[in-house]
């Protein structure tokens, strides 16, 4: 068996507390996206946005890793081939989950990016409006997430991953945003198997091999646990 790539979204945090974003009552139908993850946005409203995001990075400090991050971690830690997670999360509850090298396509909550000099640094539990670069000094602090209209990172290296990847699987995101809901054609290119693993069947669910629906905490283990068995 090869190389896993996994790609998670705002569902795989749900059961953390965490909102996602286009359930109902989630994100979307709190705040506007151009209001508040566009740079555009950002200009015209940086105390907005700043608030947006510092409640957001407050609440994720509270949240704890469910038993789905602690599962692909474990996958990672005890699967003979690598195993690579991309997440659109801004959360870091991979990572306290005990997960590696996990590749934040969208950014981090934690980090903070200067909009004058690129410098980035740990951001501070809340940031406002008129926040100085610790190395330009500009008055041009904003979170390091990546906003609509931008570039998201890590591109190249996840291209990469997928086109060596012998299973796709899509955890907890509802594949409406690109490129990330391109993945599963990139990795269907590559010969992979692909698994979308979610509560309700996704817009790209039929572009899947195989479809596991269910909340996070329970099939996440399962999938996990079967495929430790038959590695
Ligand atoms: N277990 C598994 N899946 C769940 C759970 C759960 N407990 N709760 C919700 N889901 C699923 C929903 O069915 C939905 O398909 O998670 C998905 C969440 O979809 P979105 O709210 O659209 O979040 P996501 O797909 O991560 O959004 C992608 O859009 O707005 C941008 O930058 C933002 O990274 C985000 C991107």
Same mark, same amino acid.
């Given at each position: ?34 209001? $508040? ?157 692909? $698994? ?36």
């Amino acid at each position: 068996m090869g190389k896993i790539v996994i790609l998670t979204g705002a569902g795989i945090s749900a059961e953390s507390g965490l909102g996602t974003f286009r359930d109902e009552g989630g994100l979307w139908s709190q705040h506007r996206i151009e209001d $508040v993850a566009t740079p555009e946005g950002f200009a015209r409203d940086p105390a907005l946005v700043h608030g947006f995001y510092n409640a957001r990075r407050i609440q994720a400090a509270k949240a704890q890793p469910n038993a789905a991050h602690l599962a692909l971690a474990r996958l990672q830690r005890d699967f003979p081939s690598e195993v690579v997670i991309v997440t659109q999360n801004v959360d870091n509850l991979h990572e306290a989950g005990g997960a590696e090298n996990v590749l934040h396509m969208h950014g981090t909550l934690a980090g903070a990016l200067c909009a004058t000099c690129d410098h980035r640094w740990t951001a501070p539990p809340e940031m406002s409006v008129g926040e100085v670069c610790p190395a330009c000094t500009a008055p041009s602090a904003r979170p390091d997430v990546v906003w609509f209209g931008e570039m998201p990172y890590h591109m190249d290296l996840i291209y990469d991953h997928l086109a060596g990847a012998t299973v796709f699987a899509s955890i907890g995101t509802s594949g409406q945003v690109y490129p990330a809901a391109a993945f599963v054609h990139e990795a269907a290119l590559a010969g992979a198997r692909t $698994v979308e693993l979610n509560l309700d069947p996704s817009d790209g669910a039929s572009r899947y091999d195989e479809v596991i629906l269910g909340p996070a905490t329970q099939i996440v283990p399962q999938w996990v646990d079967g495929l430790l068995t038959h590695s």
